[in-house]
């Protein structure tokens, strides 16, 4: 008998509780009693309102977080540096619109850590009167199709952790008659994520490098608990305003096809749990919706600045925001800066590179945070220091003060 299955074994004989000693404990799951809601039980029940792909107007502050791939502190320090997340953790930007671009998950070990941390801030926001959109990124889509090559084995040790305090929840309110008859058991369905893990020879051989990928396969596929909740509920493009944000780039074809179709039809795959495992085309291959690297080639040379020009034109657009391919100088722009690239490889499994984000104001000013510096103007000239107001003057526009590196 395993350690987990041993641990069920003995909860059976408190699981003849009666309900209403279980409600009071599984209150401090549901987020009562100081505890955290982003960790309760209604946290994860799915969302299915339609995904936001056009936004009209322009707020007062925006910003733009790239890539950060699993680095819990990196993110906390972008957080941090935008304006966006006080000492204590909590959203402090006010009236700020954020958006961050993807690819949370892989080469790092705090993903859901990250997840939750974002989704709180997401509701801190919105009842703040600011917002806090979180975008799909090529490695969420390749994860809940089940590629994990880039997932790091603390990475999975956290999924492990979190399956194994979810499957234990769900079995005691099972047990104890909270959910109902017919509910799902737990411990039989990890058996079964187990055994089907063992009996592919992909899985087997992957399971050699990271330990644990069968759980992570088991939270993220298609109609999965994490899949349904968090990745299912995001968008895959977002236009705000004059701002188009994406992972990789919008193409013609993806115009075309439609930008609503991509986010409804991303999120239909996501929360179908006896779907197809592949993702959807445009999500797929080197032209994809976060994969295209049409616009971030460091040499300006190599981008399509006519079909950015022109894909901008057919959406009513001024400005793509990217991620996706690392930034080595930084948050820079291309093609008139008509297109501005944001992931700067800031993840510890990425480079380590710099703390940057983007901040673009109302008045047109498009600037490029950085910690410890001033802030600089993104645009087709050298850069320069452009006039700006104190961090205490600008702090109802939800600029913090510059942190000191954690």
């Keep these: 008998m395993g350690l987990f299955d041993y641990l069920f074994s003995k909860a059976d004989a408190k699981c003849d509780i009666c309900v209403k000693s279980f409600a009071q404990m599984w209150a401090s799951y549901r987020g009562q009693k100081g505890h955290d809601p982003a960790l309760g039980d209604e946290a994860y029940r799915p969302r299915t309102e339609p995904l936001p792909t056009t936004v009209p107007g322009h707020p007062p502050r925006l910003v733009a977080i790239g890539d950060i791939h699993g680095d819990y502190h990196k993110a906390v320090r972008a ?7 006080d000492e204590h953790g909590r959203w402090a930007g006010g009236s700020t619109v954020a958006v961050q671009v993807g690819d949370i998950l892989d080469r790092g ?9 974002l989704e709180r801030l997401a509701a801190e926001a919105a009842a703040a009167g600011g917002r806090l959109y979180l975008l799909n990124g090529n490695h969420e889509t390749m994860n809940v199709m089940g590629d994990h090559r880039y997932a790091t084995p603390g990475a999975n040790l956290e999924f492990l952790g979190f399956s194994t305090w979810r499957d234990f929840c769900a079995l005691m309110k099972r047990r104890s008659g909270c959910n109902g008859a017919g509910a799902p058991d737990p411990l039989q369905e990890r058996r079964d994520a187990a055994a089907r893990a063992s009996s592919s020879p992909h899985t087997a051989s992957m399971a050699r490098l990271a330990p644990y990928n069968w759980l992570r396969s088991r939270a993220l596929m298609p109609g999965s608990e994490l899949a349904r909740r968090f990745f299912a509920a995001r968008p895959t493009v977002l236009q705000l305003g004059g701002n188009v944000f994406v ?3 919008v193409l013609p074809a993806h115009v075309e096809y439609g930008l609503e179709k991509i986010n409804s039809e991303t999120q239909s795959w996501m929360l179908a749990p006896d779907g197809p495992t592949q993702a959807p085309s445009f999500l797929r291959g080197g032209s994809a919706i976060v994969w295209a690297r049409a616009f971030s080639a460091s040499d300006e040379r190599r981008c399509d600045c006519d079909t950015l020009k022109s ?9 793509m925001v990217v991620g996706h391919t690392i930034q080595t100088r930084g948050i820079n722009s291309a ?3 008509r297109v501005v690239r944001v992931d700067v490889g800031m993840s510890h499994g990425c480079g380590d590179g710099p703390v940057e984000v983007l901040e673009v104001l109302k008045d047109g000013q498009v600037l490029r945070l950085r910690e410890h510096t001033p802030p600089v103007e993104v645009g087709p000239a050298a850069p320069r220091h452009p006039p700006h107001q104190t961090a205490q003057q600008h702090a109802a526009g939800g600029r913090a003060p510059v942190p000191s590196a954690a």
């Design 79 to 85: 957080l941090r540096l935008a304006g966006l997340m």
């Design 109 to 117: 070990d705090h993903e859901i850590r990250i997840l939750i941390l």
């Design 247 to 249: 992972h990789g780039g």
């Design 311 to 319: 894909v901008l034109e057919s959406v009513g657009a001024q400005r």
């Design 335 to 337: 093609c008139e800066s």
